[in-house]
């Protein structure tokens, strides 16, 4: 299901240029995003807000390659009708400019989303300690829903550096949550946990 958010009154538009066909033109297409509006920047690894993109930064397209962004411009506020979309079961879709689209988020942007292509990625570079039991590593909705299972729920310990990590005793799988908007996780042993955690704890 596809249900249409309608929002009304004063907004904060930024309008994001994006170069769609590389060094071979000089075409170009532009994305009106409100200014906290979440979008994937692959090389950070992480979700940001439209407002605090830069020109120079890439956006991650459908296809797997990435765009550039050349110009970020803050609209003066204005009355604006603005709509959002929330799709059943995917948490983030692309929006097309020009011959091109960019990754953004759904609708609330969480550690779990960034969590999940982060893991993904690492896994599929070989890095199979990564792997989550029992998830389908090839599905990024799977490992999400999981990492927002755990994240969301309780256990949760405060380590050094305001993080906090989760243990998942019945898949043998350790999640650290290192911000809002990004975690990672690994398999561990429970003795492996153990000693993992008494050397990074919050004192």
Same mark, same amino acid.
């Given at each position: 299901?596809?249900?249409? +958010?309608?929002?009304?009154?004063?907004?904060?538009?930024?309008?994001?240029?994006?170069?769609?066909?590389?060094?071979?033109?000089?075409?170009?297409?532009?994305?009106?995003?409100?200014?906290?509006?979440?979008?994937?920047?692959?090389?950070?690894?992480?979700?940001?807000?439209?407002?605090?993109?830069?020109?120079?930064?890439?956006?991650?397209?459908?296809?797997?390659?990435?765009?550039?962004?050349?110009?970020?411009?803050?609209?003066?506020?204005?009355?604006?009708?603005?709509?959002?979309?929330? +799709?059943?079961?995917?948490?983030?879709?692309?929006?097309?400019?020009?011959?091109?689209?960019?990754?953004?988020?759904n609708?609330?942007?969480?550690?779990?989303?960034?969590?999940?292509?982060?893991?993904?990625?690492?896994?599929?570079?070989?890095?199979?300690?990564?792997? +989550?039991?029992?998830?389908?590593?090839?599905?990024v909705?799977?490992?999400?829903?999981?990492?927002?299972?755990?994240?969301?729920?309780?256990?949760?310990?405060?380590?050094?550096?305001g993080?906090?990590?989760?243990?998942?005793?019945?898949?043998?799988?350790?999640?650290?949550?290192?911000?809002?908007?990004?975690?990672?996780?690994?398999?561990?042993?429970?003795?492996?946990?153990s000693?993992?955690?008494?050397?990074?704890?919050?004192?």
């Amino acid at each position: 299901m596809v249900a249409l +958010i309608v929002g009304n009154g004063a907004k904060n538009l930024v309008d994001i240029t994006v170069d769609t066909d590389g060094s071979g033109g000089s075409e170009t297409g532009v994305i009106v995003a409100t200014d906290n509006h979440p979008f994937w920047v692959p090389v950070l690894a992480e979700w940001k807000d439209a407002i605090t993109l830069e020109p120079g930064q890439w956006l991650q397209t459908s296809a797997g390659a990435n765009v550039q962004i050349t110009a970020v411009t803050r609209r003066l506020p204005l009355n604006e009708r603005v709509h959002n979309l929330t +799709i059943a079961d995917l948490h983030t879709y692309h929006v097309g400019v020009g011959a091109v689209d960019a990754l953004v988020h759904n609708e609330v942007c969480d550690a779990a989303w960034g969590g999940a292509l982060h893991i993904q990625e690492e896994w599929q570079k070989g890095n199979r300690n990564h792997g +989550i039991p029992g998830v389908d590593m090839r599905n990024v909705d799977q490992i999400a829903e999981y990492l927002d299972g755990i994240l969301t729920g309780p256990g949760g310990r405060s380590v050094q550096g305001g993080k906090t990590v989760y243990y998942d005793e019945a898949r043998g799988y350790m999640v650290l949550r290192a911000s809002d908007y990004m975690a990672t996780g690994r398999k561990m042993s429970k003795e492996q946990f153990s000693a993992w955690y008494n050397k990074h704890k919050d004192n």
